[in-house]
């Protein structure tokens, strides 16, 4: 059977969650920005709230209800601000890391104090970015080598959401220098370690109530525990493959949440313009009347509405991946599962990306000069869409893993994980 429609408590949930939204989130959009976070009071709601561990197992500390109602709730976020959810308390791309890349234990040691009552100010962050590619290899500039003890990670990760306010990370490093892009791996560190200083804060086009910064790590001591090596039963290949595999899957699934939030983003636009084009008047009718901005509202409509079911639809793919009724761990059925998961994912973030993107510009362009001036949202609409195809894979990354999984061919971590090489991104 094929059905679009949430369930009735995902329904309850996505209309609590929309009135928090225009209510709490909308009204102080302007005040968000100008504070560059989201204030105090609104945290401490969202953390009361759980909005950011809707999607995190149960036995993590979080309410375990899925991608698929995570990412109805992260729609109602963005169509109020889609800068603000960047800002919430929670472990965000952190989470995502460890459950793909670590064991059981990793994850459960990591993520169950978000919940805690104290942990409205708790944030994770992933240090994946590097502002410049290593100039005579392929692979990290940001080294880790072994100690008798562990490792020493040496290096600068940049564009890392959250960075000032994180206070445990995913570091991702070279361990194997010959390997290239097939010998990263990736650490828990935590922001008190000695040798670990958070760099500056960038300055942004858009999402300003996020935090994008570096962090220098200088000899940073991390035990052999630390490491998350993707450990998955049953799974087959070498240690390298079930890696590059597992940091794939992290990317998909954090891609969804940028792109229910950037489906969102492209509904508040587009319901902008339709006001607008209602209510203003030119040559004795309202301008939507015309056939080139009746057009143009009709095709950013066929972008929203697409974007959601194809959001959706990978959501449920990895859902469906979960429970009893889920293939077996190492089958082939669970292979082709995970493919389409991963194939599905790659093109609904593609697609959600450049709709936003689409619709913020049209936003702005049907409001004529006004859609530039602050006084109106438009403007900042279109600046956080571009900013939001940044903070994932860009489309055209996405683009090559869902080629590469259609084709069946072995993922190369240079083509479909975005390498500085190709383009940094925040994450």
């Not at 052999?224 to 595999?245: C, S, W």
């Not at 004795?284 to 974007?307: N, Y």
């Not at 790659?346 to 913020?360: D, N, P, S, V």
């Not at 109106?376 to 990354?397: F, G, I, N, S």
Request: charged residues 20%; contains cysteine.
């Amino acid at each position: 059977m094929i059905s679009f429609e949430p369930t009735e408590d995902q329904v309850l949930m996505r209309d609590s969650v929309a009135s928090f939204a225009k209510t709490t989130l909308l009204p102080r959009v302007r005040e968000t920005e100008k504070l560059r976070a989201v204030p105090d009071d609104v945290r401490q709601l969202a953390h009361e709230m759980g909005l950011g561990l809707v999607a995190v197992p149960e036995a993590c500390g979080g309410q375990g209800l899925g991608l698929t109602t995570s990412v109805l709730l992260e729609e109602e976020l963005g169509a109020a601000d889609a800068a603000a959810p960047f800002g919430f308390p929670g472990p965000h791309a952190f989470a995502h890391a460890v459950l793909e890349l670590g064991s059981e234990e990793q994850a459960s040691a990591e993520l169950t104090d978000f919940s805690a009552a104290d942990a409205h100010a708790r944030f994770g962050a992933v240090a994946w970015s590097e502002a410049k590619p290593h100039p005579t290899r392929a692979g990290f500039t940001t080294v880790a080598r072994t100690t008798a003890s562990g490792f020493e990670i040496t290096g600068k990760k940049s564009f890392v959401i959250n960075a000032g306010l994180a206070d445990r990370f995913v570091v991702f490093a070279q361990v194997d220098e010959a390997a290239g892009w097939h010998g990263i791996g990736a650490f828990l560190v935590r922001r008190d370690a000695a040798g670990l200083t958070i760099g500056a804060r960038h300055d942004t086009l858009g999402l300003d109530a996020a935090w994008f910064g570096e962090i220098d790590l200088a000899a940073v001591q991390v035990p052999a525990a630390a490491r998350l090596t993707a450990p998955r039963d049953g799974e087959g290949g070498t240690d390298v493959d079930r890696f590059v595999r597992a940091t794939a899957r992290f990317f998909a699934r954090q891609a969804l949440v940028v792109a229910a939030r950037a489906v969102g983003l492209s509904r508040y636009a587009w319901e902008l313009a339709r006001e607008h084009c209602e209510t203003r008047v030119a040559f004795g009718k309202p301008i939507g009347h015309f056939q080139a901005v009746a057009f143009t509202l009709s095709d950013r409509l066929m972008d929203v509405d697409s974007a959601r079911w194809l959001v959706w639809r990978a959501a449920q793919a990895w859902d469906s991946l979960g429970g009893d009724g889920a293939p077996a761990a190492g089958s082939s059925a669970r292979k082709k599962a995970e493919a389409h998961a991963l194939k599905a994912s790659a093109q609904a973030a593609a697609h959600a990306l450049e709709a936003a993107m689409r619709c913020g510009d049209d936003c702005v362009g049907l409001h004529g000069g006004s859609g530039f001036i602050r006084d109106l949202v438009a403007e900042k609409l279109m600046r956080d869409a571009k900013q939001l195809a940044l903070v994932c894979p860009t489309a055209e990354q996405l683009d090559q893993l869902a080629t590469a999984v259609e084709l069946g061919v072995p993922l190369d971590p240079a083509l479909v994980l975005p390498t500085p090489d190709a383009q940094a991104i925040f994450t």
